[in-house]
């Protein structure tokens, strides 16, 4: 699929949120409705807060937050890099 300007952005942005959403599906089985939930909402905070594409969004394994992981898009010359957070769950 080619994408330009903001379409482009329009359609990571879409794609982001569905890893969200099939994220929340994935761990609600696993750790709870509650917790996956707002591990799926902190990954829309971090999304929105960085303008990176999100790999994951799992809970931390001590229960304490959520672990996101986004892919920030270069900058300057540099890199694409990846960036994991640990959040407060939401």
């Given at each position: 699929?080619?994408?330009?300007?903001?379409?482009?952005?329009?359609?990571?942005?879409?794609?982001?949120?569905?890893?969200v959403l099939a994220s929340v599906l994935?761990?609600?089985?696993?750790?709870?409705?509650?917790?996956?939930?707002?591990?799926?909402?902190?990954?829309?905070?971090?999304?929105?807060?960085?303008?990176?594409?999100?790999?994951?969004?799992?809970?931390?394994?001590?229960?304490?937050?959520?672990?996101?992981?986004?892919?920030?898009?270069?900058?300057?010359?540099n890199m694409p890099r990846k960036v994991?957070?640990r959040v407060p769950a939401r």
């Amino acid at each position: 699929m080619n994408c330009f300007g903001k379409n482009c952005a329009m359609f990571r942005k879409t794609h982001g949120i569905q890893i969200v959403l099939a994220s929340v599906l994935l761990f609600a089985g696993q750790v709870g409705p509650a917790d996956a939930a707002s591990c799926a909402a902190a990954a829309k905070a971090v999304v929105n807060s960085t303008g990176g594409e999100l790999l994951s969004a799992v809970p931390a394994p001590d229960g304490d937050g959520c672990l996101v992981t986004v892919i920030v898009p270069a900058s300057n010359g540099n890199m694409p890099r990846k960036v994991t957070r640990r959040v407060p769950a939401r």
